[in-house]
């Protein structure tokens, strides 16, 4: 079993994408950042 040590998610109602960060600092509501998308998705509501 995978343990995580944070969750980001963005959106709404819908599909989401899981991404990985090289880091481990929280995101500014203004930035952005070169990131990996995964394989993942998330169906929650």
């Known amino acids: ?3 995580f040590n944070k969750i980001v998610g ?3 109602i819908g599909v989401g994408m899981l ?3 090289p880091t481990n600092k929280t995101f500014g509501r ?3 950042r070169l990131v990996e998308l995964s ?3 998330d169906y929650c509501k």
Do not use: T
């Open 30 to 32: 203004n930035e952005s």
């Open 39 to 41: 394989g993942a998705k």
């Open 10 to 12: 963005i959106g709404g």
């Open 1 to 3: 079993m995978k343990r």
């Open 19 to 21: 991404f990985h960060s």
